[in-house]
């Protein structure tokens, strides 16, 4: 099955630093790759959709300035957390769609931990 | 908006009981349909999915769900589970051919299996 890497899987960062977050494709190529980020005991909530070599789209109430997204490659998008704040520590899941096809399924990356200090 | 909920927060049963997990969706239109399934320490992972066809779909490791149209669910079901089972099921409904087709997911519903 298709495989969906996030690195790195765990980070401990100060209060004003940025943190970079990566998410590969493996063995195929992904249009758009889907960020999610998940609070405890709830469900995952959609930050943005991103579009390999266009500007992603956000959610309502997601800052694209303080959550920046890249998608460069048809393998490999990344979410930089800028200025991170205590309230930003979280669990950030990506998400790709395999080329192609209405009908799609979307693979998931194991997680990034974030923890702001 | 859509919504995906899942009544049940969490679920406790013995080893060899049967299981279903309720998931409702409040739209009306076409939908695809998942159930993920996410392990402690682990990634979300597809149970199963509808699309199209027989509204019953078996998954991996014996899951089953029915979509019935007219009450707008998609339960997953298993007949005997395993302490194995122990994690936490997300249902999620997608808009089908929607310009983003983003997937809406319910809360979740833990399910601890005693052995």
């Known amino acids: 099955g298709a495989v969906v890497s996030q690195h790195p899987s765990r980070v401990i960062c100060k209060s004003g630093t940025s943190v970079k977050i990566e998410c590969r494709s493996l063995?195929?190529?992904?249009?758009?790759m889907f960020w999610y980020r998940q609070f405890p005991k709830k469900s995952l909530m959609l930050m943005a959709t991103s579009n390999e070599g266009s500007k992603a789209t956000y959610e309502q109430g997601v800052e694209k300035d303080k959550f920046l997204i890249n998608h460069a490659s048809l393998t490999l998008s990344t979410l930089t957390v800028t200025s991170a704040h205590p309230e930003d520590s979280s669990f950030y899941i990506c998400?790709?769609?395999?080329?192609?096809?209405?009908?799609?399924?979307?693979?998931f990356g194991p997680g990034t931990r974030l923890t702001v200090t | 908006a859509q919504s995906v909920s899942q009544h049940n927060h969490h679920v406790i049963l013995s080893e060899a009981a049967s299981l279903e997990l309720g998931c409702n969706y409040s739209y009306g239109g076409t939908v695809n349909l998942f159930w993920y399934v996410q392990y402690p320490g682990q990634h979300l992972q597809l149970l199963l999915k509808y699309f199209s066809g027989d509204p019953l779909v078996k998954g991996i490791k014996g899951f089953e769900a029915e979509f019935i149209k007219s009450k707008f669910s998609f339960n997953l079901r298993k007949p005997s589970v395993q302490w194995s089972d122990t994690a936490e099921y997300f249902c999620?409904?997608?808009?089908?051919?929607?310009?983003?087709?983003?997937?809406?997911f319910g809360k979740g519903t833990k399910l601890s299996v005693k052995p």
């Open positions: 999620a409904v997608r808009e089908y051919g929607g310009s983003q087709g983003n997937l809406i």
């Open positions: 063995d195929f190529q992904a249009t758009t």
């Open positions: 998400s790709a769609k395999e080329f192609g096809g209405s009908s799609y399924e979307q693979y």
